[in-house]
């Protein structure tokens, strides 16, 4: 898995690439949302339009990264969730955890309009 991490539309936006699959790719994407946590950016999308495949383990990396984010006073929403992955987030019941929306810029619009 890659991922870039880029500031848009008032949040922090992180793309996904290839497989996720948890692990050392896990452990670092937990850094740098602490790193983006301690400058007070605490609203993040996940853009998941790039991700071929994603596991359990993947699955728990973005349980973590939302909680993170969400004790830290913040949150953290989906974006472009490919119909693969959100079969995964139905099987696991997980849809009704996560905020997910078609696109970044909707994501992003949420923050403001405080859903």
């Not at 339009?49 to 929403?77: E, Q, W």
């Not at 078609?102 to 619009?109: G, H, L, P, Q, R």
């Amino acid at each position: 898995m890659n991922y870039n991490v880029d500031e848009r539309y008032n949040c922090v936006v992180i793309t996904l690439k290839g497989n996720v699959m948890g692990g050392p790719d896990g452990s670092k994407l937990h850094d740098s949302l602490h790193e983006l946590q301690e400058a007070g950016k605490t609203n993040v999308v996940v853009d998941l339009g790039k991700v071929k495949f994603m596991n359990s383990s993947g699955l728990g990396m973005l349980i973590s990264a939302m909680t993170s984010t969400r004790n830290a006073g913040g949150d953290l929403r989906l974006a472009n969730v490919a119909d693969r992955i959100q079969s995964l987030l139905v099987i696991t019941k997980l849809i009704t955890v996560f905020k997910h929306f078609d696109s970044v810029e909707a994501a992003a619009k949420s923050f403001e309009e405080g859903e």
